[in-house]
C-alpha cells in the first residue's frame, strides 16, 4: 500500500527558515508527478510547488517562488520542501501528494496519494 510520510515543519518566526520531507514508502512503480499543496484557517487548499521526478524539473506557484524550494532524492524516494523568508501568510498545514501520472497540471484532482499534512506556523 502506497504511503506518504512526511515529517518536519514547525512554528517559526516570520523570515526564518523550515523544511518538510515526504517519503513515499511502497509505491507500486514510479511516481511521476510530486506535489506540495496547503491550506491556511479558513482557506482553500492551494498549490505549492511540483515536481517531476524523471528530470527534476520544478514550478513553484507565484506567492511562494524565490522563497520555496522543491528537490527530491531519488534514491531514498523523498521530496523536500525548503521553505525560506518564511511570512505569517505562509501559514498553514502542508501536504505532499503524488501521481503515476504524467502530468502535474491536473490540479488536486490529479493526486491520489496524500501525506498525513504537516503543520507550519509563522510568527509575526
Known amino acids: 500500500q502506497v504511503q506518504l510520510v512526511q515529517s518536519g515543519g514547525g512554528a517559526v518566526q516570520a523570515g526564518g527558515s523550515l523544511k518538510i520531507r515526504c517519503k513515499i514508502v511502497?509505491?507500486?512503480?514510479?511516481?511521476?508527478?510530486l506535489g506540495w499543496f496547503r491550506q491556511g484557517p479558513g482557506q482553500e487548499r492551494e498549490a505549492v510547488a511540483h515536481l517531476y521526478t524523471g528530470g527534476g524539473l520544478t514550478n513553484h506557484a507565484d506567492s511562494v517562488k524565490g522563497r520555496f524550494t522543491t528537490s527530491q532524492n531519488s534514491a531514498e524516494n523523498t521530496v523536500y520542501l525548503q521553505m525560506n523568508s518564511l511570512k505569517p501568510e505562509d501559514t498553514a498545514i502542508y501536504y505532499c501528494a503524488a501521481t503515476y501520472l504524467r502530468d502535474c497540471n491536473l490540479g488536486q484532482g490529479g493526486f491520489g496519494y496524500w501525506g498525513q499534512g504537516t503543520q507550519v506556523t509563522v510568527a509575526s
Open positions: 511502497e509505491s507500486a512503480g514510479r511516481m511521476y508527478c
